[in-house]
């Protein structure tokens, strides 16, 4: 035996006790009862989220002086990759699991009491700091706390807008950002000027694939993890114009990437074949059993990849209700018309049954929009490149900031007048 050996030894026993005995009881708990699709769903969520707050957490602890590692092989950036991995299951895919039988606010009490009695015996792997505490109650705030709720809600199929917006952060930051991070240098950043024009072409690139996401909760009832779907087939939004534009995002961002650091390249590359072949596939299958000849006629009429520059004559429905004594709304009303709307019809908002104060766009299901919104949704139904700017106008703080400005500018509510009866 090497004189190194007695330490390697318990070395080796902390970095299997950090993997193993998270593990082991999820495995358990998923023999003892299969989790259903939603458990499935708030397992991946948990986990994602735990994982993208950990990295940080780490990468600041070992800044500060929280704690830090010293470990051999399986490092990256200084963290041992499997105490990552166990940490994130430990905070994520186990409690989603444990929700079965304990309440939020016990899981949170008991997986940190249980972080911070195994935190000082994780040495020598895990030196702590002086000051450690306060990252162990960093991580249980900004890492456990969200991944817990995020889990629950999505067990109970509660506030699915929320939860749509923590998917597409979570899609973001697993498949783009930490990947990016891992492969692209820090050395490589390019200059001010490029990086400029790259940051717009990736906010560009974003749209479609958060509009689409949005359009899943606002009008399909879901979300866009397959372990929690839409119930309803959605044909409005990005879908008017192309099948598939979550994943023409993610083909678009790397894209832009890889012309920033060509390795990346190989991600646009990935994502099309696992687009075009395995989710083709998976999802093809699940929404032909879920929506029989309502998707075969959508698949016949939208491309997957390419977009239509025009929506599909077969889209969802819409009514703009424009109030005839506002000359703004009289205007965006006349605007819209004339550029000759797809399944789009402009109506005098006296006739809708309630008193309407704003431009209102109001869908078949009877959803229903107002003000920016309303002009951002009927934007959708011209061409494409109104429909980008649609969906740009949407996005929660700009359409706040527009709709503020539009009515400082005099476009604020106002009831409308009902008409007259006819003698």
């Known amino acids: ?61 070992l800044h500060v002086g929280w704690w830090s590692f010293h470990a051999e092989g399986a490092v990256w950036k200084g963290i041992p990759v499997d105490l990552l991995l166990g940490w994130a299951v430990l905070w994520g895919a186990l409690p989603a699991l444990a929700l079965r039988c304990l309440p ?64 597409a952060f979570l ?3 697993t498949t783009v950002v930490l990947p990016v991070a891992a492969v692209a240098p820090v050395a490589a950043a390019p200059s001010a000027p490029v990086l400029s024009v790259a940051l717009q072409a990736l906010a560009l690139a974003c749209l479609p694939g958060l509009a689409a996401a949005r359009e899943f909760a606002a009008v399909g009832g879901g979300t866009p993890l397959p372990y929690d779907p839409p119930v309803r087939l959605v044909t409005s939004g990005p879908y008017a114009y192309v099948r598939n534009p979550m994943q023409v995002t993610m083909v678009c961002l790397y894209t832009v990437l890889g012309a920033l650091h060509p390795p990346l390249f190989l991600g646009a590359a990935a994502v099309l074949a696992y687009g075009a072949g395995l989710a083709a596939w998976h999802e093809g299958g699940q929404l032909r059993a879920a929506f029989g000849k309502s998707w075969e006629h959508y698949r016949r009429g939208v491309r997957p990849w390419v977009p239509r520059w025009r929506p ?112």
């Open 1 to 61: 035996m090497t004189a190194g050996a007695p330490a390697e030894l318990p070395a080796l026993a902390v970095r299997g006790a950090a993997l193993f005995p998270p593990l082991l009881p999820m495995v358990a708990l998923c023999l003892w009862r299969a989790p259903g699709r939603r458990e499935t769903a708030a397992m991946i969520v948990a986990t994602a989220w735990s994982l993208l707050a950990l990295v940080p957490l780490n990468l600041v602890a």
């Open 104 to 167: 939020v606010p016990l899981l949170v009490v008991s997986l940190v009491w249980i972080d911070t009695l195994f935190m000082p015996l994780a040495e020598p792997v895990v030196v702590l700091g002086p000051w450690w505490i306060l990252g162990e109650s960093a991580g249980a705030l900004a890492g456990l706390i969200p991944a817990l709720l995020l889990a629950h809600w999505t067990r109970c199929g509660a506030l699915v807008h929320a939860r749509v917006w923590a998917q």
């Open 171 to 173: 899609a973001l930051g």
């Open 312 to 423: 599909w004559p077969d889209r969802a429905e819409g009514n703009l209700y424009v109030a005839a004594d506002c000359a703004v709304c009289r205007g965006t009303g006349a605007w819209v018309e004339a550029r000759g709307p797809v399944r789009l019809r402009v109506l005098p908002a006296a006739g809708h049954p309630e008193v309407l104060y704003r431009l209102t766009y109001e869908d078949t299901r009877g959803n229903r929009w107002s003000g920016i919104a309303a002009l951002a949704r009927a934007m959708d139904h011209l061409h494409l490149g109104w429909a980008l700017a649609g969906w740009a106008l949407s996005l929660p703080l700009v359409r706040h900031a527009v709709q503020l400005c539009t009515d400082a500018l005099g476009a604020g509510p106002r009831p409308s007048r009902r008409e007259p009866a006819a003698p």
